[in-house]
T-cell receptor
Framework: DTEVTQTPKHLVMGMTNKKSLKCEQH?????MYWYKQKAKKPPELMFV???????INESVPSRFSPECPNSSLLNLHLHALQPEDSALYLC?????????????FGPGTRLTVT | GQSLEQPSEVTAVEGAIVQINCTYQ??????LSWYQQHDGGAPTFLSY????GLEETGRFSSFLSRSDSYGYLLLQELQMKDSASYFC??????????????FGRGTSLIVHP
């Protein structure tokens, strides 16, 4: 199984809503990532979890709150978002050893904030 | 910090060969990756170069010259399905050993019949 799954595929939320994005992988990968991607732009790193601990937060606003409940799951909790937060949110995983370099990306959640 | 430069768009015809270049500036360079992303899809890993030289995977090859801070992705026998965005990504180490890739702005490849 070389798949990273993400739910939901699409999400429309108002600025006062609270929602969560979910990411799951069963490849035994110990590094997991959240990216934000706008149209025609590269993925923009948000958070990195390494061995279930948050290792990188790229100065992301607190309205985005990541959580790693176990080694297979990664959540992104959303609260009080702004319309400019509308984007494709990608989850990725990597084996986690020093010589592994391939990131496996999930299909993404297309988020629209109204 | 890091910076990567790649062309914004490349066009070619079916059956042709196309090369997408990537130049980079970074400290602590460990390797260069390439990803393909179709419209509406997720990035898919294509190749990685940690050492100088050419890596070949089917119709795709990738080259790295660390002394020139330069790499390229070579696509042969182009097919319509190769129309996509291609990102180069530099591998760098943050403190603590986390692998943090920095992506280039992407090259849109358009393949014409």
């Amino acid at each position: 199984d070389t798949e990273v799954t993400q739910t939901p595929k699409h999400l429309v939320m108002g600025m006062t809503n609270k929602k969560s994005l979910k990411c799951e992988q069963h490849m035994g990968h110990r590094a997991m990532y959240w990216y934000k991607q706008k149209a025609k732009k590269p993925p923009e790193l948000m958070f990195v979890y390494s061995y279930e601990k948050l290792s990188i937060n790229e100065s992301v606003p607190s309205r985005f709150s990541p959580e790693c409940p176990n080694s297979s799951l990664l959540n992104l909790h959303l609260h009080a978002l702004q319309p400019e937060d509308s984007a494709l949110y990608l989850c990725a995983s990597r084996h986690g050893t020093g010589y592994s370099y391939e990131q496996y990306f999930g299909p993404g959640t297309r988020l629209t904030v109204t | 910090g890091q910076s990567l430069e790649q062309p914004s768009e490349v066009t070619a015809v079916e059956g042709a060969i196309v090369q997408i270049n990537c130049t980079y500036q970074t400290s602590g360079f460990y390797g260069l990756s390439w990803y393909q992303q179709h419209d509406g899809g997720a990035p898919t890993f294509l190749s990685y170069n940690g050492l100088d030289g050419l890596e070949e995977t089917g119709r795709f090859s990738s080259f790295l010259s660390r002394s020139d801070s330069y790499g390229y992705l070579l696509l042969q026998e182009l097919q319509m399905k190769d129309s996509a965005s291609y990102f180069c990504a530099v591998r760098d180490w943050q403190s603590g050993g986390s692998y943090i890739p920095t992506f280039g702005r992407g090259t849109s490849l358009i393949v014409h019949p």
